[in-house]
């Protein structure tokens, strides 16, 4: 492969908003990837409405490493993550997790907007609106 080459499979480094060189793991990648192939309905679903620029001509990214969180989508030009919950994060364990994770996301200058899974699946319209408000 020459210089003006490039590869276009996943790589162990990706060059953030910043021209920061962001090291991934071969473990994020299959997670990731495993991630990507195995998405829930309410996933599925929002990700047909907002990729390739649909949603207001705005850029997102599916199932996203940051640090050691992955997100269910990211817009990095707005700093937002999207995060969609099933009933499993109604258990306290999980619920402490996403805490934590929101946390880090927040302290990194991320926003954080959760829908439930039910949300998407009967008024995605509505899960829409909210998040062009959010980016607005």
Known sequence: MNENTHHTSLSYKRIDQNDKVKHITPEMIQTVR???KNQTTSEEKLWQLIRNRQLDGIKFLRQHPIGNC???????????????????????EVKDRDIARQTFLEENGIKVIRFRNKEVLKDVSTVLEKILCIMN
Request: aromatic content about 12%; charged content about 30%.
């Open 34 to 36: 495993e991630l990507r």
């Open 70 to 92: 992955i997100v269910d989508f990211y817009c990095w030009k707005k700093k937002i993550a999207i995060e969609l919950d099933g009933g499993i994060h109604q258990h306290p």
